[in-house]
Structures are given as C-alpha cells and as structure tokens.
C-alpha cells in the first residue's frame, strides 16, 4: 500500500502566499509525474502543476508565473509554493503521483486533500 499525506493548507488573504506539501510512503519502488490538482465547489477538478521525476515542470495558464512546483526525489515529496494568491484560487488542492510499488503494481495515487481559502 501506498499513500499520500498533504499539509501546509489554511486562509490567506488576496496577494498572501502559502506552501503545500506532499510526501509518498509505503512499499514504493519508484515515482514517475507528481503533481498538484485543485477542485472548486461547484467546479470539476483540474490540473495546477505537475513535475516530471527529472523535474520537467507544466502549470496551468492560470496559475504561471505565480506558482512553483518542485520535487525532492529522495525524500518523495512535491511542494507547491504559491505567490500572489487570488480569490479564484480558492479549493482542495489534491496531490498526485504517478507510482510504482514494489510488487511492480502501477497506480495513479491521491492524497486526502487540502483547503486553500483565499479571503479579505
């Protein structure tokens, strides 16, 4: 089994920043693409970041140039420094990889989710 845990979620006001963080445990064997994907009430999700295991980066036009994806291989963590927030950022932010256990089973793998509150 393998999971997921987030933190670093809260309230910011408009123009605040705030990091999320990821880290991957259980019988891992290797991590292709992690990444980060935020859903808004009412709204589907939809991707913010992704990073490549050789740190090839893509972002949503949305959010370029104010947030920054980066990974750290050995400790199987993804971080998400965010700058310059906005009201419509507002949502769960779900981070995601793209891992391979030890039994060579493949699975596309969620956290539990974190609220990110963007508010006066």
């Known amino acids: 089994q393998v999971q997921l845990v987030e933190s670093g979620g809260g309230v910011v006001q408009p123009g605040g920043s705030l990091r999320l963080s990821c880290t991957a445990s259980?019988?891992?064997?290797?991590?292709?693409?992690m990444g980060w994907y935020r859903q808004a009430p009412g709204k589907q999700r939809e991707l913010v970041a992704t990073?490549?295991?050789?740190?090839?980066?893509n972002y949503a036009n949305s959010v370029k140039g104010r947030f920054t994806i980066s990974r750290d291989n050995r400790e199987r963590s993804v971080s998400l420094q965010m700058n310059s927030l906005e009201r419509e950022d507002t949502a769960v932010y779900y981070c995601?990889?793209?891992?391979?256990?030890?039994?060579?089973?493949?699975?596309?793998?969620w956290g539990q989710g974190t609220q990110v509150t963007v508010s006066p």
């Open positions: 995601n990889a793209d891992i391979t256990q030890l039994n060579y089973f493949r699975q596309n793998t």
């Open positions: 259980g019988s891992i064997l290797s991590i292709a693409s």
């Open positions: 990073i490549s295991s050789g740190g090839t980066t």
